[in-house]
């Protein structure tokens, strides 16, 4: 008898002590889970507040050549942050459609009057930075492609010698796009991660697999558990890739390319920062381009000449002369052709001469 409470007890007090230990994690996890649902609506709250004043949006890209998101415009609807990046899902959807134009501007859309030069592409890009303007990497390639296309649009109409006020009203409209540019595509990445993490807890769904291992014994088999060290995993992602170089991060995805199925999320913080941060440049030294182009338009239609070097165009044509964020290099000016050198294999270029 003796020899079995020595059993019992030697047992029994370990399984008491687990038993302890699951209950007092279990209910720590439970109480995590409720102060991050609460942290994140207040997060979201500040990312709306210090986000970019909005332009007015028009129906002037529908006469434009390039892709528009047209379809939002119809409905007034874009996704929110809160929905996670499993509840972007249709609206990337119905966004790529319209960016390869496989969708159809239906017959009962109100056409507005012919717009003045210039107008479709500035119009265009109003709405999809109102598109994108909760959104993180996936939607933002989507924008940056969008963009590009309208921005684009503007290099044969500058080389047709417009008169110097339709330019200057060009040059005037791309500077307020400019400014209302959504930038902080990193922190809406964060904050759709974290809605991604709670939405699995509360829909009880996973849909895009975006938790890539289920509980085990670490966990004590507790969704709530795990899912709250996957937020602490996010918090040091994203801590990280904030304070980070583009280089570091580069080195951290090709460190992360044989341990991705070891991380606990699918976040793209840190495994697609880079290439993130590569598409915005692209982009930005696309915009620079255009604007540069519509101050030597101008200047060519005021002087009647080429100004020989682009500081020639500040600050009445240009508020400055742009550069390249990654390496502070300003576009090239050669034989009526601007553009950026993004690498050795890479070049961007826009012709201004006259047509």
């Not at 044989?258 to 920062?273: K, P, Q, V, W, Y």
Request: hydrophobic share 40%.
């Amino acid at each position: 008898m003796k020899r079995l409470k020595w059993v019992l007890w030697v047992i029994g007090v370990p399984v008491a002590v687990i038993a302890l230990f699951w209950v007092d994690t279990y209910f720590r996890a439970v109480a995590a889970i409720r102060a991050e649902d609460d942290r994140l609506a207040q997060d979201i709250a500040a990312f709306r507040a210090r986000r970019k004043p909005e332009l007015p949006l028009d129906g002037a890209f529908l006469h434009g050549s390039s892709a528009a998101p047209w379809s939002f415009f119809r409905s007034g609807s874009s996704a929110k942050l809160e929905d996670g990046h499993s509840g972007h899902q249709g609206f990337r959807q119905a966004l790529t459609l319209d960016l390869w134009g496989l969708t159809h501007v239906p017959p009962d859309i109100t056409i507005p009057p012919r717009p003045a030069p210039g107008e479709p592409a500035t119009s265009c890009l109003a709405l999809t930075y109102w598109i994108v303007r909760e959104s993180g990497y996936a939607t933002r390639k989507l924008g940056y492609q969008f963009e590009t296309k309208a921005l684009r649009t503007l290099e044969p109409l500058v080389a047709e010698g417009l008169p110097a006020d339709d330019l200057r009203r060009i040059a005037e409209k791309l500077d307020l796009c400019l400014a209302a540019r959504p930038e902080d595509s990193l922190a809406a990445e964060h904050l759709m991660d974290r809605a991604e993490v709670l939405r699995v807890l509360h829909l009880k769904a996973d849909p895009l697999c975006f938790i890539q291992t289920a509980p085990g014994w670490k966990d004590f088999f507790s969704w709530r558990i795990l899912l709250v060290k996957c937020l602490k995993d996010l918090e040091e992602d994203y801590r990280y890739a904030r304070m980070s170089t583009v280089t570091e991060m580069e080195e951290a995805e090709h460190r992360l390319e044989g341990e991705h199925a070891d991380r606990r999320t699918r976040s793209f913080l840190i495994t697609n920062g880079a290439g993130q941060w590569y598409l915005d440049r692209e982009a930005l030294c696309e915009w620079h381009l255009a604007r540069t182009a519509v101050a030597i338009a101008r200047y060519r239609a005021d002087l009647g000449r080429e100004p020989d070097r682009l500081e020639e165009l500040t600050p009445e044509y240009l508020p400055q002369v742009p550069r390249d964020h990654m390496n502070g290099s300003p576009p090239e000016f050669e034989d009526g052709v601007l553009s950026f050198r993004l690498s050795q294999q890479s070049t961007l270029q826009w012709d201004v001469r006259r047509k």
